[in-house]
């Protein structure tokens, strides 16, 4: 299996002693959510570019990172070029 390419773009809430949270934007169409320490193991989960914008995830994003987070990651997406 190939690696994973690079996010786009990355945000990281990492809290010492606490969770780590991590949204990711991949070029091949996809979002990453993972939550918790050990979320990337256990816990993480995806949507399509189209399913984000349509709210997938809001209320996650906006309860571990905040609404501008989410607000920006959506401009992000509206504002990213096609996909191949």
């Known amino acids: 299996m190939p690696p994973m390419p690079s996010p786009l773009r990355h ?10 949270d991590d949204l990711m934007i991949y070029p091949d169409g996809s979002v ?3 939550t918790g320490r050990y979320a990337h193991s ?4 995806r949507c399509t570019w189209d399913e ?5 995830f809001d209320e996650l994003i906006t ?10 990651a959506k ?3 509206r504002d990213a070029p096609e996909l191949p």
């Open 11 to 20: 945000w990281r809430r990492d809290i010492p002693d606490g969770d780590l």
């Open 32 to 34: 990453w959510v993972a």
């Open 42 to 45: 256990s816990g993480s989960t």
């Open 52 to 56: 984000f914008l349509a709210g997938r």
């Open 63 to 72: 309860k571990r990172y905040g609404a501008d987070v989410l607000a920006e």
């Open 75 to 77: 401009a992000y997406l």
